[in-house]
């Protein structure tokens, strides 16, 4: 069994920047690939970002490419997600998943374990 934690969501200008974290209990953290996937309001989750448990190799959405960063530390069970130049666009509540596996998949189902989420808005 796996709980997962996400924070530091909040409110920021268009350009700025935050970073989220995903903390992980449970289990063997450091030996699952963890993901990012997002929900904007009246549209469905999108995978935004991924990372196997040794870090190489970080998979993004292509809307997200070249402006977030996904990194882990697995000394603390925790995969954090830095978000720059955000753009309103990227307003949604954002989740970490795991399938206790150590592969990257961008789709949803493949998911079993989600935290509760954390809210992100861009203003313009």
């Known amino acids: 069994q796996v709980q997962l934690v996400e924070s530091g969501g909040g409110l920021v200008q268009a350009g700025g920047s935050l970073r989220l974290a995903c903390a992980a209990s449970g289990s063997t953290f450091v030996r699952y690939a963890m993901a990012w996937f997002r929900q904007a309001p009246g549209k469905e989750r999108e995978f935004v970002a991924g990372i196997t448990w040794t870090g190489g190799r970080p998979n993004y959405a292509d809307s997200v490419k070249g402006r977030f960063t996904i990194s882990r530390d697995n000394a603390k069970n925790t995969v954090y997600l830095q978000m720059n130049s955000l753009k309103p666009e990227d307003t949604a509540v954002y989740y970490c998943?795991?399938?206790?596996?150590?592969?990257?998949?961008?789709?949803?189902?493949?998911?079993?374990?989600w935290g509760q989420g954390t809210q992100v808005t861009v203003s313009s």
């Open positions: 998943a795991t399938k206790g596996q150590n592969w990257v998949e961008r789709a949803e189902g493949y998911y079993n374990y």
